[in-house]
């Protein structure tokens, strides 16, 4: 299977601590993209990082990028409840543009 | 900001009966896509759509479905006969550029409830 695999599942973490996610992979990649979802909502995209790319940085979002690992991370510093969501780490790869999904880390922030 | 737009929102059907789920791509886009995330589970990639023909489709994506980009600003997604089984949440992307790292951004979703 070609798709990203979170870890951990889920985490709780109180309010201004650093959240961090990882992502597995199998296959070559062209790029790898974080997404959050709440709950029952759409995906919105957060990063985009490409495979020649080893660090990316948006606001309070930090992603790596290993491909000698397979792996990626995706650091929230100064977590805020807001920041309460799904986290999907998705694999882009081949000339059509389609994304294979991980299952998600589920985050919660507590206040 | 443009953003891709679903409608409905909800959509309850019968079993049995036809749905087509309605996406407006954001304009200067020229892949599109349709998702579904099942409850509870991850999300899978249906189908790629560039240059008015499918360029990609995944296993579940059989003759049950098909879809459509009628005119300059509309994709659809068919199902046909639906099953119990086919609801999930649907959801419509739409990027700049296939293949060359481009962002796909995704629309709020379809919730489709088949009874």
């Known amino acids: 299977s070609q798709q990203g695999e979170e870890d951990p599942q889920a985490l709780s973490i109180q309010e201004g601590e650093n959240a961090t996610m990882n992502c597995s992979y199998k296959?070559?990649?062209?790029?790898l993209q974080w997404y959050r979802q709440n709950s029952g909502r759409g995906l919105v995209h957060l990063i985009l990082i490409r495979s020649n790319e080893r660090e990316k940085h948006s606001g309070r979002l930090r992603v790596t990028l290993d491909t000698s690992k397979k792996s990626s991370s995706l650091l929230i510093t100064a977590s805020r409840a807001a920041d309460t969501a799904s986290y999907f780490c998705?694999?882009?790869?081949?000339?059509?543009?389609?994304?294979?999904f991980g299952q998600g880390t589920t985050l919660q922030v507590k206040p | 900001e443009p953003e891709v737009t679903q409608t409905p929102s909800h959509q309850v059907t019968q079993m049995g009966q036809e749905v087509i789920l309605r996406c407006v791509p954001i304009?200067?886009?020229?892949?599109f896509y349709w998702y579904r995330q099942i409850l509870g589970q991850k999300v899978e990639f249906l189908v790629s759509f560039y240059n008015n023909e499918i360029s990609e489709k995944s296993e579940i994506f059989d003759d049950q479905f098909s879809v459509e980009r009628p005119d300059g600003s509309n994709f659809t997604l068919k199902i046909r006969s639906t099953k119990l089984e086919d609801s999930a949440m649907y959801f419509c992307?739409?990027?700049?550029?296939?293949?060359?790292?481009?962002?796909?951004?995704f629309g709020q979703g379809t919730r489709l409830t088949v009874v």
């Open positions: 304009s200067n886009h020229l892949y």
């Open positions: 296959t070559s990649i062209n790029n």
């Open positions: 998705s694999i882009g790869s081949g000339n059509t543009g389609k994304l294979i």
């Open positions: 992307a739409s990027s700049r550029q296939g293949f060359m790292n481009t962002e796909a951004f």
